[in-house]
């Protein structure tokens, strides 16, 4: 009998794989659906995507602190991080949301474009923290160690432990918003949500009879 050699199949779909989701035994699932989009997303060049994303999270920033200052009692009163929060979240409600429009217009292997049918069942905040999560690795954190970064890099906070890149982006424009208004940006909680960043959306996302 043919010996299967599947972890050297695992290390090569993993290899060079910028989608791939960071690893920690005892911690993360071995198999997520983060693994399956990774996989399906293998030929999908990163780059025009994350070139993209500053303008694109500069539109629902905008939209975010519009719908904020609206429900500022007075107007100077105080910002809550629950309050941006929650505006902030509501974004990626929707199946169009535009960063899942953005990565969907790039997936154009045959793979990818698997993918792109199954984006509308994927939920919105726990996918965009998915490609945030690349983003990250890519661009923040290779900055860092002294790597080159762009004009304008996403302003995802560093300093808050244990918290999702969506969380902590989230927070960064909070802060900017703050910043702005002249006030102080409240320190979040901890936990900061109570968002599930591994969860898939439909159960059923992947196709096939459950039964």
Not at 17 to 40: C, E, F, M, Q
Not at 159 to 187: M, V
Request: glycine share 6%.
């Amino acid at each position: 009998m043919t010996q299967v050699q599947t972890t050297r199949l695992w290390e090569e779909l993993e290899a060079g794989n910028t989608w791939w989701p960071s690893y920690k035994p005892g911690r993360d699932p071995v198999l997520s659906w983060r693994h399956a989009a990774a996989i399906l997303m293998r030929d999908i060049d990163p780059q025009p995507i994350f070139a993209a994303l500053p303008a694109v999270f500069g539109e629902i920033y905008d939209l975010t602190a519009d719908e904020v200052c609206d429900q500022l009692p007075v107007p100077d009163g105080q910002v809550l991080w629950p309050v941006w929060l929650e505006s902030w979240v509501s974004h990626f409600d929707h199946w169009h949301d535009p960063v899942r429009q953005l990565v969907e217009q790039h997936c154009v292997t045959p793979d990818a474009r698997v993918m792109a049918g199954m984006l509308t069942r994927l939920d919105g905040a726990a996918f965009c923290d998915f490609v945030l999560h690349a983003y990250e690795r890519a661009i923040i954190l290779r900055s860092l160690g002294g790597a080159p970064i762009g004009d304008d890099p996403l302003p995802i906070v560093q300093t808050i432990a244990n918290a999702a890149p969506f969380e902590r982006l989230s927070y960064g424009f909070f802060q900017r918003f703050c910043a702005e208004l002249n006030r102080e940006a409240e320190p979040p909680a901890t936990p900061m949500s109570g968002l599930d960043f591994d969860r898939a959306g439909n159960p059923n996302i992947f196709g096939g009879d459950l039964t």
